[in-house]
């Protein structure tokens, strides 16, 4: 190995091989007759911290299962992991409720499972033979221990752990337990998450959420970093469709060089964690992916151009009352190709920042704005029915038995959701959608009228105006909260 930092990289590969032997995962056998090996490889990571340092070098020796042939070499493989919506949801109950949030991480933890088939894998080279928690219903990956009023919440998300608690002695003896059962690695107080740096104001009761090094990153990958700052991640007034393709040769031989779908899929990441502001551009520009045109790459540059203007813009949770709130918006037929519309919607928690945010375009071809809004208020009631199982099964949000408001900027979507109407242009709405009213009647939402202006999910629907555009930022909990740095 000719790498400047071989010396680090020999001592991750051994320890990998050392951390196998001790979880045995595999045992050298001389080779069954008729039975061809797998081939091997070494993956290295360097893992930076808050700083942008290296903090470790990681190797890992896996197999080339590329090779394998689904139900011949294995058969159906799935390990879950926790949705980032449970994870901010459990942040902005620690930021209202004040309480300690710790972090471990498992070494090793893909050595930790078990195998259902035979493997036979080649040797790498260079080396030679020498409870306590109930688990959520409703996410997986998330566990609770409350005894008394005392509580412990456990996160897993591959190998990272977040412990969420109120008793510094519970959480001690919780990670004692669990350093028994897999080889830990204390982390202290959680700092970064999934590349999600967490900065936290114990005096004014705030978690922000920032990504800002990760901003740095694509903006470099894309050699976006030296461009002007934009204003707006989408501009107000621009129109995309599929038939702004490359028309000429030149036009080919450009897009053929811009890595678009590289570009779009570096943004989605941020936008599902920690950006709801680029919801709605990012949502635009990844239905071109087919086919992009000098239009949309323009489009995706302008996004970049905008997160390098807000790159320090956090999402933040406060400590207010832990009261779930959704907002749902429709567009009316913004795609111009298919016809169809896009459900948004936006749930809160104690009026601070957003814990989900979705954009998903509509199955059907709405005819009405009254029956986008109607088909969006669905799609979000659906999620709150979700969300409220989840708070209720937490023990600790004492609103979550009541009602979940949802708001919607159309009367007459607000209308029919709470009793049908007889009307010649509402009978072929899809019964399927109809599930809203049911899930009106059995208490779990209420659907409540709030005007245009005043609905926080308005930015995810459309391009909006500066001013505009601005001034919903800080209801949705987007802040530039550089000063905790």
């Not at 190998?159 to 004692?176: H, Q």
């Not at 393709?245 to 590289?262: D, G, I, L, T």
């Not at 813009?313 to 009261?323: A, E, K, S, T």
């Not at 007459?412 to 009793?419: D, F, H, L």
């Amino acid at each position: 190995m000719e790498d400047v930092d071989s010396h680090h990289w020999q001592k991750a590969m051994q320890y990998e091989i050392e951390s196998m032997f001790d979880n045995k995962v595999w045992s050298l056998v001389d080779l069954p007759k008729g039975i061809k090996p797998i081939g091997c490889k070494w993956v290295y990571e360097r893992k930076r911290g808050m700083d942008g340092n290296v903090e470790t070098f990681k190797a890992r020796l896996v197999a080339k299962g590329y090779t394998q042939k689904e139900g011949i070499d294995y058969e159906e493989t799935f390990s879950p992991v926790a949705m980032l919506k449970s994870i901010r949801i459990l942040l902005s109950i620690a930021a209202s409720l004040d309480i300690e949030i710790w972090q471990m991480d498992v070494k090793t933890t893909f050595l930790n499972g078990s195998l259902d088939e035979s493997i036979y894998m080649m040797q790498p080279e260079g080396f030679i033979e020498k409870g306590q928690m109930e688990k959520n219903p409703n996410e997986p990956c998330v566990y609770k221990r409350i005894k008394g009023d005392k509580l412990v919440f456990l996160i897993l998300y591959v190998d990272d752990i977040l412990l969420i608690g109120n008793d510094v002695g519970v959480l001690t003896s919780v990670k004692e337990w669990l350093a028994k059962q897999f080889d830990m690695k204390d982390l202290g107080e959680a700092s970064f998450i999934l590349g999600i740096q967490v900065i936290r104001d114990r005096k004014n009761k705030t978690i922000a959420l920032s990504q800002a090094l990760y901003m740095d990153k694509i903006l470099s990958r894309f050699s976006m970093q030296d461009s002007k700052k934009g204003m707006l991640p989408f501009r107000h007034g621009i129109k995309l469709s599929k038939e702004q393709v490359p028309k000429n040769e030149h036009e080919e031989q450009f897009m053929s060089r811009v890595p678009y779908a590289s570009a779009v899929g570096s943004l989605m990441y941020p936008m599902l964690c920690t950006r709801p502001d680029i919801c709605f551009a990012v949502g635009i520009v990844s239905r071109f992916q087919s086919k992009p045109g000098p239009d949309h790459w323009t489009a995706v540059k302008h996004i970049f151009k905008y997160l390098k203007r807000t790159r320090d813009n956090m999402l933040v949770y406060f400590g207010g009352d832990l009261i779930p709130v959704v907002y749902t918006d429709s567009d009316f037929q913004s795609d111009s190709n298919s016809k169809k519309s896009t459900s948004r919607a936006m749930f809160t928690i104690g009026g601070g920042g957003a814990v989900i945010w979705r954009s998903i375009k509509q199955s059907c071809i709405a005819d009405s704005i009254m029956e986008a809004e109607y088909v969006a208020a669905c799609e979000a009631a659906k999620e709150a029915v979700w969300l409220r199982q989840f708070l209720m099964d937490l023990e600790v949000v004492p609103s979550a038995n009541k009602q979940i408001t949802i708001y919607c900027d159309n009367s007459g979507a607000v209308a029919n959701s709470k009793e049908p109407r007889s009307h010649k242009r509402r009978k072929h709405i899809e019964r399927k959608y109809h599930l809203l009213r049911e899930i009106v009647q059995r208490g779990d939402v209420m659907i409540t009228k709030i005007a245009s202006a005043e609905n926080l999910v308005d930015p995810f629907t459309k391009a909006l105006p500066q001013e505009s555009f601005d001034g919903h930022l800080e209801n949705i909990g987007m802040r530039d909260m550089t000063h905790l740095l």
